[in-house]
């Protein structure tokens, strides 16, 4: 059974940081590509960043790029994201999943399969100016 469980958020000002966890169960964790995901208020989940855990590549979409950084500690099955300088468009439910890859262990697509449906609580991120 697939498990993903989010955690790290909070309320914080403008400029502050944060560092979310998923810790993942029930899926094929190595060697896979695995993201980071944003829903803002009223808006689709996009992906903002994504990592192969095999080989260490990461991707980030452009609205965080410099400012947040994707690692893992693969001994734990767990996904981190580091969260520097936040703005208050970063506000919004944050969650880990899979990320769909056409090979060679490149994870810039930044999205999950089209079927995924184990998404986990998620959780919240708040930015205030």
């Known amino acids: 059974q697939v498990r993903l469980s989010e955690s790290g958020g909070g309320s914080v000002q403008a400029g502050g940081s944060l560092r979310l966890s998923c810790a993942a169960s029930?899926?094929?964790?190595?060697?896979?590509?695995m993201g980071w995901f944003h829903q803002a208020p009223g808006e689709e989940r996009e992906g903002v960043a994504a990592?192969?855990?095999?080989?260490?590549?990461?991707y980030y979409a452009d609205s965080v790029k410099g400012r947040f950084t994707i690692s893992q500690d693969a001994t734990k099955n767990t996904l981190y994201l580091q969260m520097n300088s936040l703005k208050p468009e970063d506000t919004g439910m944050y969650y880990c999943?899979?990320?769909?890859?056409?090979?060679?262990?490149?994870?810039?697509?930044?999205?999950?399969?089209?079927?995924?449906?184990?998404w986990g609580p998620g959780t919240q991120v708040t930015v205030s100016s």
């Open positions: 999943a899979p990320v769909s890859s056409p090979g060679l262990g490149y994870c810039g697509t930044l999205r999950t399969f089209p079927e995924w449906a184990d």
């Open positions: 029930g899926l094929t964790y190595s060697s896979t590509c």
């Open positions: 990592m192969h855990t095999g080989r260490g590549f990461r």
